[in-house]
């Protein structure tokens, strides 16, 4: 299928086939040994033929609805207190549809990017710690990767619960099952959880087009999104006109080089090298430190069968920024120098005899995957190899900069992951959702808190659930420690996700920063995040007497030439590890930040003789990996923050 979404797309708007008529009753989130959401009405939907009437019974429950001329049916189940397991039948004509071994508990999602999607097999302790006997009372299920530019109603690929035991434990999300098996332990009901996260992405592509078109910045590109739903041709062309719009402005050659993406350039005099790496190892002395624009240019000659069964272009991974063209037409761009390029093919690009694919590069190191991974990929799983020589040109010295790419590209696509990935599902009825993401916008770290807070708020009307808790990951540490004050976006980021729960009355922390890794991006101690997720549960959602994450610094005040630091959420009193006095702190003024001892003094850290006039504010924590040794008397490290000095009460 050359657009897989438009599978999606059709169950999304359009009335079910006749091919599908023997499809399940049920949508595809609901499957044998599901979780269903305990004390509020159950709600079950799907497709069934247009008019007919369909009968759902749960258990000893029964209710009926009729389907809507697009063939799609919802109704309601009484609410349930905990228990099971319960047969589910559906009913519609002369089929039938039957599930099996569903309980009633509380259901969690899970969302974010690859340290949720991380699977518990790696996590510390994995090895010999997840071979235990079933835990039929603690259920998982994982949404399966899918990108659309409008919202669907059905998954593309069934949901598959299944019940933790020590074959299935290893492929769940390692910080939603170890969250959701410290909080079934505790409740001793039936827990459920499905995560929903793909490794790389952006909040962008979580949240509804709905709520990220409120914001000015994305509507252009919004546009082209709902173009692709409808009309993938005419969103070529609307996003071909914005990234050429910006290139025009920022390549100081544009007005030359344009020409050279039409198969009617003769490139005949242009040098030739293979792409098998970075371009700085081919060994072409211009090439070795260039930086900059760089054409590369290929002919590759196709049978009739050929170029009419092809429909992906696979480059592998480009440094950084690239734009491509098949037979002079627009075909997709990117700028993650880590992202495989992958793009579907326009209909009708390629033909028999000679074709030419163009790509403009904006980096220092170009194509840097294997010569094999370059591909034209037939819809039978054949492929035509790209191997070989390209031609090659250098444009323009250009450094730091970035060009717009299209809003459905994932690992930065816009909405599309809510669409296919969350939307679904939406309906199911949660207690609770997690959230472990924001390495990907590292680099727009100010705009973070707005984009989470705008995630809660569409992830709620969404799911009809005003109120629905959601407990956030911090960022862990991860990256080069620094041995003088600086500034950090991985710091500044973590102050947005605290921001952003500390103004919402329904969402929660777990601090990380202890548990990460400086070397790699993917720490595997995930035990303990989900363990800390758990605890902010067990304040937020089911009102345990308990501090919801550790110490929380709310003020600092100036006291006779001191900073004293104010913190909540110690109670029991503030203790620091292997030192006397605490780390971390910097007192910042106009001249800029210097780092200070601290001193515990039950619940508050003070920073002697650090209260000079010109200190204005005071930071902990403030890098990318800080060492620091301050906890909770429960073993609970300390928030990082960034706060105003004020006068004393």
Known sequence: MKHPWLFGLCLAGAPLPAAAQDAPL???????????????????????????????????????????????????????????????TVRAGARTQQLSDLMLGDVYLCGGQSNMEFPARLSTGAWGGLAHAAQPMLRFAHVEKASAPAALEDLAQPL?????????????????????????????????????DWGGTTIQSWISSESLGTLPKYTESLRSLAALASDPAAARKLEEARTERWWRANDPRWSVTQ???????????????????????????????????????????????????????QLGPIDSSDTVWINGRWTGSNNINWFWRDYAVPAGALHAGRNVIAIRVLGGSGPTGAE?????????????????????????????????????????????LYNAMIAPIARYGFKLGAWYQGESNVG???????????????????????????????????????????????????????DAVGSDDHAGLAVTLDLGDRFDIHPTQKRLVGE????????????????????????????????????RYADAGLQTYSAGSAIGFEACGKTGCRFVPGSVD?????????????????RYAWSDAPYVNLYSVDDLPAMPFDLPVTSPD
């Open 532 to 567: 800390r997720l758990a605890r902010a549960a067990r304040a937020i959602v089911y009102g345990d007497a308990v501090a919801p994450s550790g110490p929380e610094a709310i003020r600092v005040t100036r006291e006779m030439g001191d900073l004293v630091v104010h913190f």
């Open 372 to 416: 094999a991974n370059h591909l034209l990929k037939l819809r039978d799983g054949s492929a035509v190899p790209l191997g070989g020589p390209w031609s090659y040109q250098l444009a323009a010295p250009l450094k730091d900069r970035k060009p717009p790419i299209p809003p459905w590209e994932v690992p930065t696509s816009l909405s599309t």
């Open 26 to 88: 049920l949508a595809t989130v609901f499957s044998d040994h599901a979780v269903l959401q305990r004390d509020r009405p159950i709600l079950l939907w799907g497709h069934a033929p247009a008019g007919e009437t369909v009968t759902a019974t749960l258990g000893s429950d029964s209710g009926s609805a009729t389907a809507d001329t697009k063939g799609r049916w919802e109704l309601r189940l009484p609410a349930r207190p905990a228990g099971g397991p319960f047969p589910l």
């Open 444 to 498: 727009e770290a100010p705009e973070y808190g707005e984009l989470l807070s705008l995630l809660f708020k569409d992830w709620r009307g969404h799911m009809r659930q005003p109120q629905l808790p959601i407990l956030v990951a911090q960022l862990a540490s991860y990256g080069p420690p620094s041995a003088k004050p600086q500034d950090s976006d991985w710091a500044v980021l973590r102050k947005a996700q605290a």
């Open 259 to 313: 020409r050279w993406s039409s198969t009617a350039f003769d490139d005949s005099r242009w040098p030739t090298l293979t792409l098998g790496g970075s371009w700085r190892d081919a060994g072409i002395p211009a090439l070795a430190g260039f930086d900059g624009v760089v054409w590369l240019r290929k002919m590759v000659t196709l049978t009739e069968a050929q170029a009419a069964a092809v429909d992906r272009l």
């Open 602 to 618: 039950r619940s508050r850290v003070v920073l002697p003789g650090a209260g000079a006039e010109d200190v204005t504010h005071v």
């Open 160 to 196: 598959r619960w299944r019940v933790i035991d020590g074959d299935s434990a290893g492929e769940a999300s390692a910080v939603c099952f170890y969250m959701a098996r410290a909080l079934q332990q505790q409740l001793k009901i039936p827990v459920g959880f499905i995560d929903s």
